[in-house]
């Protein structure tokens, strides 16, 4: 079965970094669509950031520069570096597997993947 596990969340301060990752197992990682989305409790999944099976990324305007996602196949691992935090960005972070797909990867379909780990917290303040 299908096995996501998040790590790197962590409180920082206003203007911090973190590194998230999300070590994948039980599917062919290198043919999946890879993403991101977080949550804040009483709000909609909020998709941020996904990354094609060839390496193309897309994100919502509103986070392009200052979150970025990156993959290692080797290490079936996907990544999301987030920068210059606000308390805006105060969510827990969830990984997910879109699905074996290459052609629409896109940052809008990481809420309703199928697919999840159980999520990473992060806290800015």
């Known amino acids: 079965h299908v096995q996501l596990v998040e790590s790197g969340g962590g409180s920082v301060q206003p203007g911090g970094s973190l590194r998230l990752s999300c070590a994948a197992s039980?599917?062919?990682?290198?043919?999946?669509?890879m993403g991101w989305f977080r949550q804040v409790p009483g709000k909609e999944r909020e998709g941020v950031a996904t990354?094609?099976?060839?390496?193309?990324?897309d994100y919502p305007h509103t986070l392009s520069g200052r979150f970025t996602i990156s993959r290692e196949n080797a290490k079936n691992t996907v990544y999301l570096e987030v920068n210059s935090l606000t308390p805006e960005d105060t969510a827990m972070y969830f990984c997910?597997?879109?699905?074996?797909?290459?052609?629409?990867?896109?940052?809008?379909?990481?809420?309703?993947?199928?697919?999840r780990g159980q999520g990473t917290q992060v806290t800015v303040s």
């Open positions: 997910a597997a879109v699905g074996p797909i290459r052609r629409v990867c896109v940052y809008t379909m990481t809420p309703f993947a199928n697919e």
């Open positions: 039980g599917l062919d990682f290198s043919n999946y669509c």
């Open positions: 990354i094609d099976p060839d390496g193309k990324t």
